[in-house]
């Protein structure tokens, strides 16, 4: 019998018996560490970092540990750009807006108000051109991004007093989680905080800040923000979703093997879309559990959303003048949702027309 014929008729453990396994290559172990900027508290979040880790970990057979890292454990969470760029870890697991400051294209990255949403911004990076223009922008920091999840639903925050106008911005504390917030709220009259996120809650109670925005009801439900004061404003203008990013040092990556790199890919993609679906999930329970305490949601009145809308289009077109890359990227940015805003309308079409109703 020939050897084809015997691998057919006799099975994997024959095969194995009679020694004629194919040769299996053995890689060398690899070990990595991973900075992330959030802390470990926050499950949903530091999680996709800990899912990945162990999804690479098992698909390797353990040739191939990541060390993952709590925000402020290895080093501050704003120093993980730059502790990657140094090759002194080889990634970050983090939101690339909170890095606005460096230059305004880290924003695009993270989300922007009034922007996509995350299944948008997922379609954008996966099947648009969002991958290659950030990962061209992010080449110049010797860095190479991948999707580490989207926080979905995000909310407005936590308010002391009622916004019921424009003018009741000025002179407010508030405390936003990064990007173009601050030049926006400015804009309006607020003054932006620098508030740690386990501090928030004592931040508000004891009047340090007027209000507080961090992510969403399963999140700000975490931090103990419901009832630290009485106006909850949602949905966010702020993004369509927090997207979280991977950030790995090329040369670490360059230097794995072919398999690895794919296994490095694979299991980002795995954590990213585990990390959406927890959200789904426990921002859903989140809202049962405030409406539970009599907690409402507040939308902001339209005079509110369309002085922001005003003060982030003034942002947005400085950050083109003073950066070629927001420039170029936001372009693009721009363009591929004016067609997803054509598609959601037609959605939305379909749903009117199906909709019982009313009756008169």
Avoid: C
Wanted: glycine content about 10%.
């Amino acid at each position: 019998m020939d050897r084809r014929g015997l691998m057919r008729n006799a099975g994997i453990a024959g095969v194995l018996a009679a020694g004629l396994a194919p040769a299996v290559h053995a890689q060398a172990a690899v070990r990595w560490r991973l900075a992330s900027s959030f802390p470990s508290a926050q499950s949903n979040l530091f999680g996709a970092a800990a899912g990945f880790a162990e999804a690479v970990r098992a698909m390797t057979g353990g040739r191939f540990d990541i060390s993952v890292h709590a925000g402020g454990e290895l080093m501050t969470s704003q120093g993980v750009v730059d502790a990657v760029q140094r090759g002194s870890i080889e990634m970050a697991h983090t939101s690339t807006a909170s890095f606005y400051e460096k230059n305004p294209a880290f924003a695009i990255g993270g989300g922007l108000p009034f922007g996509l949403d995350g299944a948008q911004t997922a379609a954008w990076m996966q099947a648009g051109n969002g991958r290659k223009l950030m990962n061209g922008f992010y080449a110049a920091y010797s860095m190479v991004g991948f999707d580490a999840g989207n926080t979905g639903l995000q909310m407005s925050g936590w308010y002391r007093k009622p916004i019921r106008r424009p003018s009741d911005f000025k002179l407010l504390s508030v405390r936003v989680t990064g990007g173009p917030m601050d030049a926006i709220l400015e804009r309006l009259g607020a003054v932006p905080e620098l508030v740690a996120v386990p501090e928030l809650r004592q931040a508000l109670a004891r009047r340090r800040i007027d209000a507080a925005e961090w992510l969403g009801p399963s999140d700000d439900l975490a931090l103990g923000l419901p009832g630290a004061v009485p106006y909850y404003y949602g949905p966010g203008w702020w993004t369509g979703g927090l997207n979280i990013s991977f950030l790995i040092n090329q040369k670490a990556l360059a230097a794995l093997s072919a398999e690895n790199r794919a296994i490095v890919e694979a299991a980002a993609a795995q954590a990213g879309a585990a990390m959406r679906a927890r959200y789904d999930v426990s921002n859903a329970n989140a809202l049962k559990e405030l409406a539970a305490r009599r907690i409402a949601v507040q939308a902001f009145p339209p005079s509110v959303i369309r002085a922001v809308y005003a003060a982030a289009k003034e942002v947005y077109d400085e950050n083109s003048e003073k950066s070629p890359e927001w420039k170029r990227i936001h372009a693009d940015y721009l363009a591929f949702q004016r067609s997803q805003v054509r598609l959601a309308s037609l959605g939305g079409a379909r749903i009117e027309a199906v909709a019982p109703k009313k009756q008169r």
